[in-house]
């Protein structure tokens, strides 16, 4: 088989990646080791780990047309704190459920917050710039950021540049104290990660999610998502393979020549894009052969310790909300009543304790009497290791939270599944287990990500690039580092 490109992994960055080489007229493949497409998005193992994922960036779902593949944009989700006497519904800024003083509040810091945001939204879509031997393009990109912060005023920019190296801790006990709506945005600001809300650079995150689309989940889900990129990428005459593993990469003179899977296949092609984590796509498929000493201490050195353990409980009845409503579908249901309780669980889990009572996000399936879990502050590497004892603790800790903030949960569960970060990274080969393919702070975001001198998808040998979540723009599902990297392999002329 004649190919000209190879994308590894069929998350939805990797089938991003491939839909748009595809779409250019190259010959792709896409290699995935799971027995169904989707990543983190699928259902191997018989848990999809981001049970709550946001939309594809709209440039992504347009570029690709999606639309013709059947995915249909889903209503803006709200998202339900749990904390109180009542639930606070949260939607953008609007706030309900609390005094009429806090959600003015409330609905002020969230309108500047988005608007400083909007500052470096389109850097998203952008190759991050060199800061050294950048040509021209690198210059302009770099100006209009500076002109973007610019042109949002002199009061708006000088607080965007006060706050954007800042722990949102302070920012958030300044302008609305804490509680469940500090509690809501500091999730917001350390989900996935192994920094809490007191941790320097805690802001940047936090606008980065508010620089992109809202929080809304498509008709159909997750597995809506994964369908309409599969027939995208099929559509323009890709291929999707699963069940196979890729084992090594091919390379000689300096140059990517194609893939050896686990049984000893190999095949050759030109081009080949990696969904893998950096670290992964460096040292175990390329190996540190092909690399200089600097780039291998960089790659080992990525701040990559995931904390999010996923747990997924089947319900004999549907959870009871404070006051006694049961949960809406697509509603998320947030239990980290204040900041407190985020940075207690993340003080715990950064000396690799489990948390007695970590943060939650929530998800109700009616359809499937299911309750999606993500638990905020567990650690991968659990001092005693993850023993069956340490499992059924930290299942006991969530149930236990949960039972508090929806009271009488814990009678009606039926049965619980449950993968740790550490389960997460043996199961995906993501070092740490982190989401985000490495940490999602100052000196691995933008043009340092996911390391200095590898943040334009171009890896060390010719041919090689990055397009997985490890990559700028980082992690959550918007789908922008599969679309990057591919536009820039075409530019690139690569897999011709």
Not at 98 to 107: G, K, N, P
């Amino acid at each position: 088989m004649s190919l000209d490109a190879i994308v590894i992994g069929a998350g939805h960055n990797g089938l991003v990646a491939a839909a748009r080489l595809a779409q250019a007229g190259r010959r792709v493949l896409v290699l995935e080791a799971e027995a169904v497409p989707g990543g983190l998005l699928g259902e191997a193992g018989g848990m999809r780990v981001a049970a709550m994922p946001t939309g594809l960036h709209p440039e992504v779902a347009r570029g690709l047309a999606l639309h013709r593949h059947g995915l249909r944009p889903g209503r803006p989700m709200a998202t339900l704190a749990l904390g109180g006497a009542a639930p606070v519904r949260i939607e953008g800024g609007a706030v309900t459920g609390t005094e009429a003083a806090t959600a003015a509040a409330f609905a002020d810091l969230h309108r500047r917050l988005t608007r400083q945001a909007s500052a470096l939204a389109p850097m998203m879509l952008k190759v991050p710039p060199r800061l050294r031997d950048g040509g021209w393009g690198e210059r302009m990109t770099l100006a209009r950021l500076g002109l973007g912060i610019r042109l949002l005023g002199k009061a708006d920019m000088r607080e965007l540049l006060r706050i954007l190296l800042s722990n949102v801790w302070d920012l958030l006990n300044d302008e609305i104290g804490d509680g469940p709506l500090a509690g809501a945005l500091a999730m917001e600001a350390t989900l996935g990660g192994a920094m809490g809300p007191r941790s320097p650079g805690t802001v940047l995150p936090l606008l980065y999610r508010l620089a992109g689309q809202p929080r809304a989940l498509p008709e159909g889900g997750a597995g809506a998502i994964i369908a309409a990129l599969v027939k995208a990428v099929e559509a323009a005459g890709g291929q999707v393979r699963t069940g196979a593993r890729a084992e090594a990469l091919l390379a000689g003179d300096d140059r990517v020549e194609g893939v050896r899977l686990a049984g000893g296949e190999e095949l050759r092609a030109p081009l080949v894009l990696s969904n893998a984590h950096p670290r992964a796509t460096l040292l175990d498929l390329l190996g540190a052969g092909h690399l200089d000493a600097e780039e291998v201490r960089r790659a080992r050195r990525m701040a990559t310790e995931g904390m999010v353990a996923r747990l997924d409980l089947t319900l004999a009845a549907p959870p009871a909300l404070p006051g006694g409503a049961a949960p809406g579908s697509g509603d998320r249901i947030l239990v980290a009543p204040d900041m407190r309780t985020l940075e207690t669980a993340f003080n715990a889990a950064k000396y690799k304790e489990s948390p007695g009572r970590p943060a939650l996000e929530c998800l109700w399936d009616a359809h499937a009497s299911r309750l999606s879990v993500s638990a905020q502050f567990v650690p991968c590497h659990l001092n005693g290791g993850w023993t069956a004892e340490a499992r059924d603790r930290l299942t006991a800790s969530v149930v236990s939270v949960l039972d508090a903030a929806m009271p009488g949960l814990a009678a009606k569960v039926e049965g619980v599944t449950l993968a740790t970060p550490a389960d997460i990274a043996a199961r995906f080969a993501l070092p740490g287990g982190h989401w985000h393919h490495g940490e999602f702070r100052v000196d691995q975001m933008l043009m340092l990500r996911p390391f200095a001198g590898a943040a334009q998808y171009r890896m060390p040998v010719a041919g090689l690039y990055l397009c997985g979540a490890g990559a700028h723009p980082g992690g959550d599902v918007t789908g922008l580092p599969g679309w990057n990297a591919a536009g820039v392999a075409l530019k690139d002329g690569r897999g011709r």
